[in-house]
């Protein structure tokens, strides 16, 4: 798989609690041109891992996720791309910007999130 891949919070703490849907999640990066990853992940993050671990912890994870993935930030054309992909598809602001950073980079999305089944352009792990 030899695609640009923007990897959701799923992914990110799937691999942080190392199951087997965060290796293989690694394996597919691993063979990605590119992996990216949207500002609100980081948020998603930083607020999981600081609620089932600790406030270290999270700051290591978003290091290192910002060390290995290029970081996109919310922007004018982002959000309102995101709004008609919440209405149409019924899932959250941050499923719906994560969505809306792929479509407008032209980006894979990988994740684990159910909210994507079915959806183009989406590799469930």
């Excluded at 891949?5 to 609690?17: G, K, P, V």
Aim: net charge negative.
């Amino acid at each position: 798989m030899n695609l640009p891949l923007l990897i959701d919070s799923f992914i990110w703490l799937e691999i942080l609690q190392g199951s087997p849907r965060g290796k293989k999640a690694l394996e597919m990066m691993d063979e990605s041109v590119e992996l990216h990853t949207s500002v609100v992940n980081l948020y998603e993050v930083s607020y999981r891992v600081r609620q089932i671990r600790d406030e270290e912890t999270a700051k290591e994870m978003i290091t290192s996720i910002s060390s290995h993935a290029r970081v996109h930030p919310v922007d004018r054309e982002i959000a309102l791309a995101a709004a008609p992909l919440r209405l149409v598809h019924g899932y959250g602001a941050v499923d719906a910007l994560y969505h809306a950073t792929a479509h407008i980079h032209n980006l894979t999305m990988l994740t684990g999130d159910l909210h994507f089944k079915g959806i183009e352009g989406a590799i469930l792990v």
